[in-house]
Nanobody
Framework: QVQLVESGGGLVQAGGSRRLSCASQ???????MAWFRQAPGKEREFVAA????????YYTDSVKGRFTISRDNAKNTVYLQMNRLNPEDTAVYYC???????????????WGQGTQVTVSS
């Protein structure tokens, strides 16, 4: 069982930045990690994923060049640095994990509880 706890959400003005963190109570070595988000009235969507080594990273097109996913395996933590935020980025952000990069992008095994990010215009 893997428990994930997100933090770092809040209210930010358009154009601003925010860094989300996702911590696990156990080692995430060999686990791929991902961030998803769900905006009001919309389905949950994939945002970014990172392999357990950090060597392979994927982003959805709408965040490329603005968001950066990273991880610190020594701290059992994954991050999502979000820059140049706009109101369309308003959503509940979830981290997720799975044994493989392919699985974490489609059917993660474990989810965090989510953290709200609201971008004001």
């Amino acid at each position: 069982q893997v428990q994930l706890v997100e933090s770092g959400g809040g209210l930010v003005q358009a154009g601003g930045s925010r860094r989300l963190s996702c911590a696990s109570q156990r080692s995430l070595i060999t686990y791929s990690m991902a961030w998803f988000r769900q905006a009001p009235g919309k389905e949950r969507e994939f945002v970014a994923a990172i392999s357990w080594t950090g060597g392979t990273i994927y982003y959805t097109d709408s965040v490329k060049g603005r968001f950066t996913i990273s991880r610190d395996n020594a701290k059992n933590t994954v991050y999502l640095q979000m820059n140049r935020l706009n109101p369309e980025d308003t959503a509940v952000y979830y981290c997720a994990t799975a044994p493989s990069l392919a699985t974490v992008r489609s059917t993660p095994a474990y989810w965090g509880q989510g953290t709200q990010v609201t971008v004001s215009s």
